[in-house]
C-alpha cells in the first residue's frame, strides 16, 4: 500500500451539519481527501444516491432500520473498494432521504466489479450509479468549498 492511501484508509472523518432548504443536511468527508487527489490517480468520479424509503420526520434523516442498512452499505463500500486502491470514498451526504457517496477511482470497470461484489441480503440495494471524468475533482471541491465558507 502506498503512503497516501495508507493515511486515508486510517477513516478520519470530518462532520458538518446544517439545514439546506429547512432540512437537515449530513457531510461527511475525508480527512486527508487532499492526498488522494494530489496523487491524480482518481480521475473518475462516481456518484451513489440511496433514496431512502422511511423518513424519520423528528430527524429529516431515514428511520432507523433503514439508516442501519445505509451504515453498513457505507462501510460494505470502504471494505470492497479501498483495500486494492482502484478507490477511496471520499464524501457521504445525507439529505431530504437521500444518502449519496461520492467517490474517486483508478479504473471504472474494477470499480464496477467491487461493486457487484458487496453482498446483499434481501435483493438489491436500493442505488443509482452515475460515473463522469473528474480528474480535477471539481464534484467533491463544489461541496466541501460550501462547508469551508460555512465554518
Keep these: ?22 432540512k437537515p443536511i449530513s457531510i461527511q ?13 482518481y480521475p473518475v468520479c462516481v456518484q451513489i444516491a440511496w433514496h431512502a424509503e422511511s423518513l424519520d420526520e423528528s430527524t429529516g434523516f431515514p428511520a432507523n432500520q433503514e439508516q442501519n442498512q445505509i451504515l453498513a452499505f457505507h462501510q460494505a463500500l470502504q471494505d470492497k473498494l479501498e483495500p486494492s486502491e482502484n478507490a477511496v470514498v471520499v464524501m ?12 474517486y477511482c483508478e479504473d471504472l470497470d474494477v470499480m ?6 458487496i453482498p446483499t441480503e ?6 443509482e450509479v452515475v460515473a463522469d471524468d473528474d480528474a480535477d475533482w471539481q464534484t467533491f471541491r463544489k461541496v466541501h468549498e460550501v462547508i469551508v465558507q460555512k465554518t
Design 29 to 41: 468527508y475525508r480527512e486527508d481527501w487532499a492526498l488522494a487527489q494530489e496523487s491524480e490517480r
Design 1 to 22: 500500500m502506498n503512503k497516501d492511501m495508507a493515511m486515508l484508509v486510517n477513516n478520519r472523518w470530518v462532520r458538518a451539519s446544517g439545514d439546506l432548504h429547512q
Design 122 to 127: 434481501q435483493g438489491l440495494y436500493p442505488i
Design 112 to 117: 464496477k466489479t467491487a461493486l457487484d461484489d
Design 92 to 103: 457521504m451526504i445525507t439529505h431530504d432521504a437521500i444518502n449519496q457517496w461520492i467517490i
